[in-house]
T-cell receptor, first 111, second 115 residues
Framework: AQSVSQHNHHVILSEAASLELGCNYS??????LFWYVQYPGQHLQLLLK??????LVKGIKGFEAEFIKSKFSFNLRKPSVQWSDTAEYFC?????????FGAGTRLTVKP | GAVVSQHPSRVICKSGTSVKIECRSL??????MFWYRQFPKQSLMLMAT?????????EQGVEKDKFLINHASLTLSTLTVTSAHPEDSSFYIC???????????FGPGTRLTVL
C-alpha cells in the first residue's frame, strides 16, 4: 500500500515568515495529490490539488505546492504566513481510488 | 463546494451501548463515502469505504462486526459503533468524493466519548 510522510510534526513561525511543509509519498503510478487544512475547531477543507498539467499548483489563501515527480514530493509553500494560518495541514495522495493521509503538520504562527 | 454533514457532532454513551453516526452529502450524490478515525495529535486513519448498494470495504485491522456501515442511499451512510468501549472514544470523520476529480469533502466530525 502507498504511504505518505510529512517531515515536520510542528512548525512555529513568526508572521511574514516563509513557509514550506514537506510531503513525500511512495507510489510509482499515477497519483492525485492534495493538501488539506484543519483550522482550530473546524473540519478539514481543501487547500489545493494536483491532477495533471502544470506541476506548480496555486490554491486558496496564497498557498501553492509543487509536484516533483522524480522526488515523489508535493511540498506546500506560502511566501508570507499570517497568524490566521495557524492550523493543522495534511498532505494526501489518491492512487487507484485509495486515499491516504500524512500524519499532519501543526503550524503555529506567532503574531 | 459540496457540503457533507454529520450527526451527531458529539455523543457521550455508556460502555456496552451502540452509537449510530450519520453522514450525509447535502448537495450531491455519493456512491462512495469514507469513514476515518482521528486520534489526538495523529492523522486520519481510514477505517472503511462505504459503497452504496453493496457491502463496505474495511481496512486491515478494523473490525467489521464492531463498526457496522450501511450506505442506504446515494446521500446517506451510517456508521454504528456496536457495544462501544472506552477505547472506541475518538473523533470520527466521514468524507465523500466528487466523482469527477476524487476531491474529498469532509464532514465536520463526530466526537464519541464512551464512559
Amino acid at each position: 500500500a502507498q504511504s505518505v510522510s510529512q517531515h515536520n510534526h510542528h512548525v512555529i513561525l513568526s508572521e511574514a515568515a516563509s513557509l514550506e511543509l514537506g510531503c513525500n509519498y511512495s507510489y510509482g503510478g499515477t497519483v492525485n495529490l492534495f493538501w488539506y487544512v484543519q483550522y482550530p475547531g473546524q473540519h478539514l477543507q481543501l487547500l489545493l490539488k494536483y491532477f495533471s498539467g502544470d506541476p506548480l499548483v496555486k490554491g486558496i489563501k496564497g498557498f501553492e505546492a509543487e509536484f516533483i515527480k522524480s522526488k515523489f514530493s508535493f511540498n506546500l509553500r506560502k511566501p508570507s504566513v499570517q497568524w490566521s494560518d495557524t492550523a493543522e495541514y495534511f498532505c494526501a495522495v489518491n492512487a487507484d481510488n485509495d486515499m491516504r493521509f500524512g500524519a499532519g503538520t501543526r503550524l503555529t504562527v506567532k503574531p | 463546494g459540496a457540503v457533507v454533514s454529520q450527526h451527531p457532532s458529539r455523543v457521550i454513551c455508556k460502555s456496552g451501548t451502540s452509537v449510530k453516526i450519520e453522514c450525509r452529502s447535502l448537495d450531491f450524490q455519493a456512491t462512495t463515502m469514507f469513514w476515518y478515525r482521528q486520534f489526538p495529535k495523529q492523522s486520519l486513519m481510514l477505517m472503511a469505504t462505504s459503497n452504496e448498494g453493496s457491502k463496505a470495504t474495511y481496512e486491515q485491522g478494523v473490525e467489521k462486526d464492531k463498526f457496522l456501515i450501511n450506505h442506504a442511499s446515494l446521500t446517506l451512510s451510517t456508521l454504528t459503533v456496536t457495544s462501544a468501549h472506552p477505547e472506541d472514544s475518538s473523533f470520527y470523520i466521514c468524507s465523500a468524493p466528487q466523482t469527477l476529480y476524487n476531491e474529498q469533502f469532509f464532514g465536520p466530525g463526530t466526537r464519541l466519548t464512551v464512559l
